[in-house]
């Protein structure tokens, strides 16, 4: 996959050669199988961020790995899904909450998770 003229691989993101058609860190195998209904490889998030493979599926969300293209970084975002609350249709980028009382709990959820990214980007690393 071409980004600017950096040609990359689109589920792990190291560089390739621009001959090069198949990955040597993960041989351009996806782990979607497993992950169904994880957002797809290569959806670009808010105009910045490019989906890769999926690092881990916890209770509260999903955690992939992405590509900051303005800064041409890796970086790894977590998405608050939780599986017990909502779900997603395959090949969506909108999650939907289960049709019951569970509105409330999907509130509370979200509020914790938002605390916690705050937390967390307020810590520095020396």
Do not use: W
Request: some cysteine; overall charge negative; hydrophobic content about 30%.
């Amino acid at each position: 996959m071409l980004i600017g003229n950096d040609n990359i691989c689109p589920l792990c993101f190291e560089k390739m050669s621009h001959d090069q058609n198949e990955c040597y860190r993960c041989n351009g195998v996806s782990n979607r199988e497993k992950y169904p209904t994880a957002l797809e490889e290569t959806t670009i998030l808010n105009g910045k961020y490019l989906v890769g493979k999926v690092l881990g599926r916890g209770g509260f969300g999903v955690t992939y790995l992405c590509y900051d293209i303005a800064m041409k970084t890796k970086i790894a975002i977590k998405e608050f899904f939780p599986n017990t609350l909502a779900h997603r249709d395959t090949g969506s980028t909108f999650i939907s909450l289960y049709e019951d009382d569970r509105g409330e709990d999907f509130l509370k959820g979200s509020q914790s998770f938002i605390n916690e990214a705050h937390t967390i980007s307020s810590l520095s690393y020396n």
